[in-house]
């Protein structure tokens, strides 16, 4: 029998690795090494003095004994393999890697072990001891060809009886439906809803790559390059850039990119899109920024905008307030007009301190604030009209009764039944 180094990579015949197992003592016909290499086997009993993994130039790799050979170690390496020597010239070695003291022993005696039940089984145990677990399920795989009901090491291979038959976990699984996927078993609908993520977060980096360099380009000084980007940013649709474009926007100092930004993301039906322009219609405090904001929701006709506005009605910020008034008397919707009635005059509490203590009072009759108490901290409540919020009553009702909360109740209360506004998202 010829040589019987363990290689692995394209220096060995493709079918090999495709047969079915090979019992341990059979090793595989010794690869055809190139001329080059200038490769020489030579018959040897020296010892050992490590355990080496050669990767060669050629993508092969070959396991054995390292043999240090002083003058010679910087021209060629040479290996001590099971029955015999094997000499490689060093220029076609790629990497050379120390393997575990095990590995060696285990590819000496592999070779020698009998290929019988018995003898498998007790080389399966000794890999097992020694932390060689693949080495261990190969000869295990053996043991349950030579004998399919050795039973220990059917369990060792994680097999379970099933119906007076034999079948492993990942065969129990898939008989249940299921897949695996990325190392774990799953349901197919799981596993399309995980492709379905991965090349949304695909398609989303993408983006962020090419809005990047779209916003680069609005700053060249090439008219004709500034153009084009703003060309290729207005014609976006795809919601997976959404994200992206919410994210140039929250960082974007520039106000006519600001406008652009918004513009492009009020063309995307996408959640993300609609979220970012109704937070900035609130908070910005750009007045020309929150108008373009709403004028693209309202453009865009997108569904669910009453709902986050009318949350802000309750807002404590009273300017937050009557900017959400505003927001609302662009959408048109009357079934904002009784949560604006609720808003139209709002109390908003402040506490000053008052360190000269001693008891005080004091109310202003123009403005509606009073306070009370004595020395310290006071709780200041004042009442406060919104203008933008009766601006967007009168123009959803088509009638006028100023800040008279009890009127517009009233006059509310005669109408048919108002349509119950849904405070849920609805992007």
Request: aromatic letters at 4%.
């Given at each position: 029998?010829?040589s019987q180094?363990?290689?692995a990579?394209?220096l060995?015949?493709?079918?090999s690795?495709?047969?079915?197992l090979?019992p341990p003592?059979?090793?595989?016909?010794?690869?055809?090494?190139?001329?080059v290499?200038?490769?020489?086997?030579v018959?040897c009993?020296?010892?050992?003095?490590?355990?080496?993994?050669?990767e060669?130039?050629?993508?092969?790799?070959?396991?054995?004994a390292?043999?240090?050979?002083?003058?010679n170690?910087?021209?060629?390496v040479?290996?001590?393999?099971?029955n015999?020597r094997?000499?490689?010239d060093r220029?076609?070695v790629?990497?050379?890697?120390?393997?575990?003291?095990?590995?060696?022993?285990?590819t000496?005696?592999?070779?020698?072990?009998?290929d019988?039940?018995?003898?498998?089984?007790?080389?399966?145990?000794?890999?097992?001891?020694?932390g060689?677990?693949d080495?261990?399920?190969?000869?295990?795989?053996r043991?349950?060809?030579?004998d399919?009901?050795?039973?220990?090491a059917r369990l060792?291979?994680?097999y379970?009886?099933?119906?007076g038959?034999?079948?492993?976990?990942?065969?129990?699984?898939?008989?249940?439906?299921?897949?695996?996927?990325?190392?774990?078993?799953?349901?197919r609908?799981?596993?399309?809803?995980?492709?379905?993520?991965?090349?949304?977060?695909?398609?989303?980096?993408?983006?962020?790559?090419?809005?990047?360099r779209?916003?680069r380009?609005l700053n060249?000084?090439?008219?004709?390059?500034?153009?084009d980007?703003?060309?290729?940013?207005?014609?976006?649709?795809?919601?997976?850039a959404?994200?992206a474009?919410?994210?140039?926007?929250?960082?974007e100092?520039?106000?006519?990119?600001?406008l652009?930004?918004?513009?492009?993301?009020?063309?995307?039906?996408?959640?993300?899109?609609?979220?970012?322009?109704?937070?900035?219609?609130?908070?910005?405090?750009?007045?020309?920024?929150?108008?373009?904001?709403?004028?693209?929701?309202?453009?865009?006709?997108?569904?669910?905008?009453v709902?986050?506005?009318?949350?802000?009605?309750?807002?404590?910020?009273?300017?937050?307030i009557n900017r959400?008034?505003?927001a609302l008397?662009m959408?048109?919707?009357?079934?904002a007009?009784?949560?604006?009635?609720?808003?139209?005059?709002?109390?908003h509490?402040?506490?000053?301190?008052?360190?000269s203590?001693?008891?005080?009072?004091?109310l202003?009759?123009?403005?509606?604030?009073h306070?009370?108490?004595?020395?310290?901290p006071?709780?200041?409540?004042?009442?406060?009209?919104?203008?933008?919020?009766l601006?967007?009553?009168?123009?959803?009702?088509?009638?006028?009764f100023?800040?008279?909360v009890?009127a517009?109740?009233?006059?509310?209360?005669?109408?048919?039944r108002?349509?119950?506004?849904?405070?849920r998202?609805d992007?």
């Amino acid at each position: 029998m010829g040589s019987q180094a363990r290689v692995a990579g394209p220096l060995y015949n493709r079918a090999s690795q495709l047969a079915p197992l090979t019992p341990p003592h059979v090793m595989p016909r010794t690869p055809h090494i190139p001329l080059v290499l200038i490769a020489a086997l030579v018959a040897c009993d020296a010892r050992l003095a490590c355990a080496e993994s050669v990767e060669l130039e050629t993508g092969g790799r070959v396991e054995g004994a390292l043999i240090r050979d002083g003058a010679n170690d910087r021209s060629r390496v040479t290996l001590e393999l099971s029955n015999g020597r094997l000499v490689l010239d060093r220029s076609q070695v790629d990497r050379i890697t120390t393997e575990p003291t095990e590995k060696t022993e285990y590819t000496l005696r592999a070779p020698t072990t009998p290929d019988n039940t018995e003898a498998q089984w007790a080389f399966a145990l000794w890999c097992r001891d020694r932390g060689l677990s693949d080495q261990m399920r190969t000869h295990l795989e053996r043991v349950v060809q030579l004998d399919p009901n050795h039973e220990e090491a059917r369990l060792l291979l994680g097999y379970q009886q099933v119906n007076g038959g034999w079948v492993t976990r990942e065969q129990l699984l898939e008989a249940r439906g299921l897949v695996r996927y990325e190392g774990d078993f799953r349901t197919r609908q799981e596993v399309a809803l995980l492709q379905r993520k991965k090349l949304a977060e695909q398609a989303a980096e993408q983006w962020r790559d090419k809005l990047g360099r779209w916003r680069r380009d609005l700053n060249s000084s090439r008219t004709e390059t500034a153009l084009d980007a703003q060309r290729r940013f207005e014609e976006v649709r795809d919601p997976a850039a959404a994200t992206a474009l919410v994210r140039l926007l929250r960082g974007e100092s520039d106000p006519l990119v600001q406008l652009l930004l918004i513009q492009t993301l009020g063309y995307i039906d996408n959640s993300a899109a609609v979220e970012a322009l109704v937070s900035l219609s609130l908070e910005s405090p750009d007045g020309e920024v929150r108008m373009a904001c709403v004028e693209a929701l309202v453009e865009a006709e997108r569904r669910g905008l009453v709902g986050p506005y009318v949350r802000a009605l309750s807002s404590r910020d009273n300017a937050m307030i009557n900017r959400a008034g505003e927001a609302l008397g662009m959408l048109g919707e009357p079934a904002a007009i009784g949560p604006l009635i609720g808003a139209l005059v709002t109390e908003h509490r402040h506490q000053v301190g008052n360190d000269s203590g001693g008891d005080s009072y004091s109310l202003n009759t123009g403005t509606g604030q009073h306070s009370f108490g004595g020395g310290g901290p006071k709780i200041i409540r004042r009442q406060i009209r919104n203008p933008s919020v009766l601006a967007a009553l009168a123009k959803l009702s088509g009638v006028n009764f100023s800040y008279n909360v009890r009127a517009w109740e009233n006059w509310l209360s005669s109408q048919a039944r108002a349509t119950p506004v849904d405070l849920r998202r609805d992007f």
